[in-house]
């Protein structure tokens, strides 16, 4: 169980790790973007700003329902829990009452 955790922190350090790098890379491409943009004038730069503008919104709409999405699989599996555990102890309290008067 220990083992999986720290499995699972070390996978989660990885993925920040190579997030940061692919912002990194974005960042420096948005920024060639605008400075080939404002070789070509005024307009072009407030679009390629634009456009750039509109990636980033869709990025963090796109990033925000990835973290409902995990949150609900984690809520999910806790009610799943819960409701095994719960059939479990029906089932126990069922078979100690037939153990209890000795019903067959």
Same mark, same amino acid.
């Given at each position: 169980?220990?083992?999986?955790?720290?499995?699972?922190?070390?996978?989660? $350090? &990885?993925?920040?790790?190579?997030? @940061?790098?692919?912002?990194?890379?974005?960042?420096? &491409? &948005?920024?060639?973007?605008?400075?080939? $943009?404002?070789?070509?004038?005024?307009?072009?730069?407030?679009?390629?700003?634009?456009?750039?503008?509109?990636?980033?919104?869709?990025?963090?709409?796109?990033?925000?329902?990835?973290?409902?999405?995990? $949150?609900?699989?984690?809520?999910?599996?806790?009610?799943?829990?819960?409701?095994?555990?719960?059939?479990?102890?029906?089932?126990? @309290?069922?078979?100690?009452?037939?153990?209890?008067? &000795?019903?067959?």
């Amino acid at each position: 169980m220990e083992a999986e955790r720290e499995r699972e922190a070390c996978q989660k $350090a &990885d993925d920040k790790k190579a997030e @940061r790098e692919q912002e990194a890379c974005q960042k420096a &491409d &948005d920024r060639k973007a605008i400075a080939d $943009a404002k070789l070509q004038g005024k307009e072009a730069m407030v679009a390629a700003r634009a456009h750039i503008a509109q990636e980033h919104a869709a990025a963090s709409q796109a990033k925000k329902v990835e973290k409902l999405r995990i $949150a609900a699989e984690c809520q999910a599996e806790k009610v799943r829990i819960a409701a095994e555990h719960k059939a479990r102890q029906v089932e126990k @309290r069922v078979c100690d009452v037939f153990l209890l008067f &000795d019903v067959h």
